[in-house]
T-cell receptor, first 112, second 114 residues
Framework: NAGVTQTPKFQVLKTGQSMTLQCAQD?????MSWYRQDPGMGLRLIHY???????DQGEVPNGYNVSRSTTEDFPLRLLSAAPSQTSVYFC???????????FGPGTRLLVL | GDSVTQMEGPVTLSEEAFLTINCTYT??????LFWYVQYPGEGLQLLLK???ADDKGSNKGFEATYRKETTSFHLEKGSVQVSDSAVYFC?????????????WGLGTSLAVNP
């Protein structure tokens, strides 16, 4: 099993550009989520999904969109990148009844 | 609201020293408690967990006991190694309905010197 995979590992964007961060899991997990990690701020939840076709906002959703058309994939879209979105982004998944969240290796994003 | 408070880092220890990282929580229900570890350049991974009061989670020489009376879940290890250098996150989850969201502490950075 690959677990949770994220692409790309690193990305540089210019202000105003859009992009999609990819996340996929092969564990048939219902629950998937996106976090951003910033120094001194810990992990903050951006969006999450409890199953295909169902998404909801977390703490810091502004500037990000998500969709969940399949169980496996949960892409995160930046609509118009801003320097404040410079961060490390982690995708995580867990089963509906599971206690453990499994994290991807992260995407480091720099917005100039 | 629900929250997690961890001791601030960075924590710097010599190899074989005793480690304690304090974690206290505020929760309205009966949470499950977790410690996650993030090694440099990697994603987080579960270190240990406890799902009810007085449970002790343990893994890789680390231990934490769920203390409802003091609302604490302190992480301990008797003898740290250089390979334990990482950031440690305490987290809780309220066990209610469909809620799978975790409430995170800010993380504590640990550096172990040889």
């Amino acid at each position: 099993n690959a677990g949770v995979t994220q692409t790309p590992k690193f990305q540089v964007l210019k202000t105003g550009q859009s992009m999609t961060l990819q996340c996929a899991q092969d564990m048939n997990h219902e629950y998937m989520s996106w976090y951003r990690q910033d120094p001194g701020m810990g992990l903050r939840l951006i969006h999450y999904s409890v199953g295909a076709g169902i998404t909801d906002q977390g703490e810091v959703p502004n500037g990000y969109n998500v969709s969940r058309s399949t169980t496996e994939d949960f892409p995160l879209r930046l609509l118009s990148a801003a320097p404040s979105q410079t961060s490390v982004y982690f995708c995580a998944s867990s089963s509906y009844r599971g206690e453990t969240q499994y994290f991807g290796p992260g995407t480091r994003l720099l917005v100039l | 609201g629900d929250s997690v408070t961890q001791m601030e880092g960075p924590v710097t220890l010599s190899e074989e020293a005793f480690l304690t990282i304090n974690c206290t929580y505020t929760a309205t229900g009966y949470p499950s408690l977790f410690w996650y570890v993030q090694y440099p350049g990697e994603g987080l991974q579960l270190l240990l967990k406890a799902t009810k009061a007085d449970d002790k989670g343990s893994n890789k020489g680390f231990e934490a006991t769920y203390r409802k009376e003091t609302t604490s879940f302190h992480l301990e290890k008797g003898s740290v190694q250089v390979s334990d250098s990482a950031v440690y996150f305490c987290a809780l989850r309220i066990n209610a309905g469909n809620n799978r969201k975790l409430i995170w502490g800010l993380g504590t950075s640990l550096a172990v010197n040889p």
